[in-house]
């Protein structure tokens, strides 16, 4: 393997963030509203996404979406007509807001045109990638904590030159709904990982640390990736390449200890409204809010 050449490069300039999926456990909601475009506070989630892979040095960005969710799409495209209408309504404080967001990072969009699966749609990108080491974010899944998740994960990533991924402690019961790992332990909140199992039951999980959501890669996981069939619940896997991935190089996972909301979940959903409008500007609003409840 071209282990060497892909290590070569520590720095982490590239990000994949996956959105294509179908969201079937938030339906209705999610039927024509991409769950990644749920509003959080003042912006929709995966905006809240890419200024994470931004806040950590990540200037290019593909996000992969479907032909059903031309609105992600929209949201950082510059609208002329909204824009000429705001200058010459002199409403000049909005028309920086939404020149902003269109030029938060430099955005690629790519169709998945099938829903196949996590792993699936990252193969999508994979001449976005080259020969270079990326992040994967989630494209419905917000992070919050300091330093954050993938400037944590970058860090590591320098350190040790391999691949590297974020997990948490998760619930017995929980086991189902996420990928499981097991390791050795290298360092506090570091793992050389041995063991990765996508959504087992409890009874077969190899420990009670989760996949959470980000991940740094360096471009040899694309190798496994293209050599994966179809996995749990049919789809093509991450997991199921990553375990591929940890037979023949170094895999390590980083325990997060910041917050992750799961945005395809009425609970975490709520919960990130509420924990992070009180963190921000609009906290007096959400307090006066709760007071009444
Ligand atoms: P999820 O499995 O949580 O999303 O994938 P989903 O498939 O949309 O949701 P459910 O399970 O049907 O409710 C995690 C992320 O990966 C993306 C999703 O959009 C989500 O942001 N994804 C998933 C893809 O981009 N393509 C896929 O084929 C599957």
Redesign the pocket.
Known sequence: MNNKKSNKNKQVTKAII?????????LPLTKAQP??MLPVVNKPTIQWVIEEAIDAGIKDIAI?TGDHKQSIENHFRPFKKLEKALEESGKLEELDKIRKVNSLANLKFII?HE????G??ILCAKEFIGDNPFAVL???TICTGSPNCTKGLARVFEEREASVFAVEKIKLEDTRRYGVISGNQVEDQIMLVDKLVEKPEPEDAPSLLGIQGRYIFTPDLLVHQEKTNKGAGG?IQLTDAMQSLARESKLYSWTFTGNRYDI?TMKDWFQSHLELSIASEFSPIIKEVLKKL
């Open positions: 996956p959105a294509a999926g179908l969201g079937t456990r938030f769950k990644e992969i998945q829903q196949k699966g996590l699936h749609a989630l494209g419905d789809e395809g």
